[in-house]
């Protein structure tokens, strides 16, 4: 039975359904407008924030930190170990010459399209987006 797989959402739908997943679980996200593909999750500091997109032709869901200062990234590069022991998984961490911001995150095969699927999901990236803003207070 394929009734209950929507062929065709769009990107700006489930991100609009994952903002409200957010909501639902009492995570403020930043106001964009609907058409946005990515989230953005106020943590407390103007340092960094939580970000979650898509990556990879829309086939991998990232959640992770968006660091706006090299030298702040680079000190948490220098406790890495300290912080993937306590988050409990090993994290990417990116820093790419000629970009502003860096970026620690994990990431996860998706497929955002399936109406089945979409629930774990969405239940995923909220577990992860607690977990930094918990390890990176």
Do not use: C
Request: glycine residues 6%; proline residues 2%; charged residues 35%.
């Amino acid at each position: 039975d394929n009734s209950s797989l929507e062929i065709g959402i769009d990107r700006p739908k489930f991100f609009l359904e994952l903002k409200k997943h957010f909501e639902d679980a009492g995570i403020k996200t930043w106001n964009h407008t609907d058409d946005r593909t990515y989230l953005d999750i106020p943590v407390g500091q103007s340092s960094w924030h939580i970000l979650v997109n898509l990556l990879d032709n829309n086939s991998r869901l990232s959640v992770g930190m968006y660091i706006k200062k090299k030298e702040k990234f680079r000190s948490l590069v220098q406790e890495r170990q300290k912080y993937e022991v306590a988050i409990g998984y090993p994290l990417e961490w990116i820093e790419k010459d000629g970009e502003a911001g860096s970026r620690v995150r994990i990431v996860r095969d998706i497929n955002w399209q399936d109406a089945e699927e979409r629930s774990s999901i969405q239940d995923w990236a909220v577990e992860r987006a607690l977990e930094f803003k918990e390890v990176f207070k």
